[in-house]
């Protein structure tokens, strides 16, 4: 299926964390639309998105992904995707990552092993991120190295520290994972 | 916080397959998430062909519209979504900007272009 490049390109973000953690919270302070639900049909054992009626499978259930948009020019549009949080849909974050300029990892400090599966997979597919620590609760428990070590992650990953409610602390959040992806680029090692 | 129709009616009256004829879309690759889908002047002169979601599909794509935002929209999967476009795409209704980050996957410097750009975005918001 040919397509035609029109005026407007679209790029996106995926911002992944575990259940609660603060994702839509995080979408909506900053998109320019309130952070909207979409629905896929799954199965729970299907491997792929969206195949809305996989032969044989009796077992169909939705998953909703939550979004935002953010007109940047008037021919550069970016989309933020939160990923489902419950780890069974984590085979969803494949098609939500795919062609991502990069990714935000949101940890919530009280509950930090519920990020391991997105660092891992970010780490996994390759794919550019940032540790965003979501201090929305007041306090900023830890320091960034105290994360670092907890997260076991190396020390090319950056770590931020952000009010998901707040919107110049995302969009500080969203400048990192660019200029992140942007070294990355400039090293030669990123996925798409 | 989500205004779709299903949630506060307890579930929708048609099945998602009797929107698409029965289709799902396997077999070919589909659209992505955030392809931008918008009606072109053919589609425009035709548009009152259209019934039902292809009908909602061109109403909403005059501006450009994502996969995503139209499965919103019309509170449909995006499987729907996806067929139902693949379908206005074929006729001509509708023209689909796909990511650029694919195509320019193995061309550093236009990609690195690109991300200067959305920096040069997000710092202006």
């Known amino acids: 299926m040919p397509s035609e490049r029109t005026g407007l390109t679209p790029v996106k973000i995926v911002v992944a964390g575990g259940f609660g953690v603060g994702k839509t919270t995080f979408v909506g302070a900053i998109s320019e639309i309130e952070p909207l639900r979409s629905e896929a049909i799954i199965t729970e054992a299907s491997s792929g998105v969206d195949e809305l009626f996989p032969e044989g499978s009796k077992t169909e259930t939705t998953v909703a992904m939550d979004f935002g948009r953010i007109s940047l020019k008037h021919d550069l549009v970016l989309y933020l995707f939160g990923t489902p949080g419950q780890e069974r849909f984590h085979f969803m974050w494949d098609e939500l990552a795919r062609g991502a300029i990069g990714a935000v990892a949101l940890v919530d400090t009280r509950r930090i092993e519920a990020c391991f599966p997105a660092i891992d997979f970010f780490e996994r597919r390759g794919t550019p991120f940032v540790v965003a620590v979501n201090t929305f609760h007041g306090h900023r428990l830890h320091t960034a190295e105290q994360v670092r070590e907890a997260l076991l992650i190396g020390p090319e990953v950056p770590i931020a520290f952000c009010d998901a409610r707040v919107r110049v602390d995302v969009q500080r959040v969203l400048v990192a994972v660019v200029e992140h992806t942007l070294k990355r680029v400039m090293s030669g090692a990123v996925a798409s | ?125």
Do not use: C
């Open chain 2, 1 to 125: 916080m989500t205004s779709n129709r299903a949630t506060q009616t307890g579930g929708r009256m048609v099945r998602p397959y009797t929107m698409t004829g029965g289709r799902t879309g396997a077999g070919q690759r589909p659209l992505a998430l955030e392809a931008l889908v918008a009606m072109t002047p053919a589609g425009m002169r035709m548009r009152s062909r259209f019934r039902w979601e292809a009908a909602e599909i061109v109403a909403h794509t005059r501006s450009e519209t994502a996969i995503i935002e139209l499965a919103a929209l019309l509170d449909v999967p995006v499987g729907v979504v996806r067929v139902l476009v693949a379908d206005l795409q074929e006729q001509g209704a509708v023209k689909v900007t796909d990511p650029v980050t694919e195509p320019f996957a193995d061309d550093d410097a236009a990609y690195t272009d690109l991300l200067h750009k959305v920096l040069d975005g997000l710092n202006a918001l």
